[in-house]
């Protein structure tokens, strides 16, 4: 991914630097950030119109250790074409068990697959 954006000339990188506070107003959205370089202190204005937050990749399912399987990249191990864990009675669903797609629709599929396979757990 790094140098799939290095290799791309419309993206410019902005190091050592943190955002201080995102300008605009709900008129004009966004229309820059005030950004502070963490080794100068230097603060300067950058001219944006738009900010994505970057959560990273790590799937958040720290409380789970030790409760249900989790692969080597921490996602909740589910069964082929279902969201049963390997706890029975405890079903996985969204980007916490997806380590392909993350996506808000795969999410919402996967939620309902494990809403009917905890139906009908509880059913039996
Ligand atoms: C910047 C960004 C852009 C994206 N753009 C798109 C897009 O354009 N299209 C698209 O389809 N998908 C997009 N996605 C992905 C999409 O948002 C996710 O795939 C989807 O939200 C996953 O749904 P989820 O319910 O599995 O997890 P989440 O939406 O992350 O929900 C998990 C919930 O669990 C809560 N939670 C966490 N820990 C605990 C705890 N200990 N106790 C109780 N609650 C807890 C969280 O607060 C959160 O509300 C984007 C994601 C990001 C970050």
Same mark, same amino acid.
């Given at each position: 991914m790094?140098?799939r954006?290095?290799? /791309?000339?419309?993206i410019d990188?902005?190091? /050592?630097?943190?955002?201080e506070?995102i300008l605009?107003?709900?008129?004009?959205?966004?229309?820059?950030l !005030?950004?502070?370089n963490? !080794?100068?202190?230097?603060?300067?204005?950058? !001219?944006?119109?738009?900010?994505?937050?970057?959560?990273?990749h /790590?799937p958040?399912?720290?409380?789970?250790?030790?409760?249900?399987?989790?692969?080597?990249?921490?996602?909740?191990?589910t069964q082929?074409?279902?969201?049963?864990?390997?706890?029975?009675?405890?079903?996985?669903?969204?980007?916490?068990?997806?380590?392909?797609?993350?996506?808000?629709?795969t999410?919402?599929?996967?939620?309902?697959?494990?809403?009917i396979e905890?139906?009908?757990?509880?059913?039996?």
């Open positions: 790094q140098d954006a290095f290799a /791309n000339k419309k990188f902005v190091w /050592n630097t943190v955002v506070e605009g107003s709900r008129e004009t959205g966004v229309t820059g !005030k950004v502070r963490i !080794k100068t202190q230097g603060v300067a204005e950058l !001219k944006v119109d738009g900010l994505f937050v970057a959560i990273g /790590n958040n399912t720290e409380i789970f250790k030790g409760q249900v399987d989790l692969d080597d990249l921490g996602y909740i191990k082929p074409d279902s969201t049963r864990t390997n706890i029975p009675g405890v079903f996985a669903c969204g980007d916490v068990q997806d380590p392909v797609f993350r996506q808000a629709v999410a919402a599929g996967t939620g309902c697959m494990a809403a905890a139906e009908r757990w509880l059913e039996q």
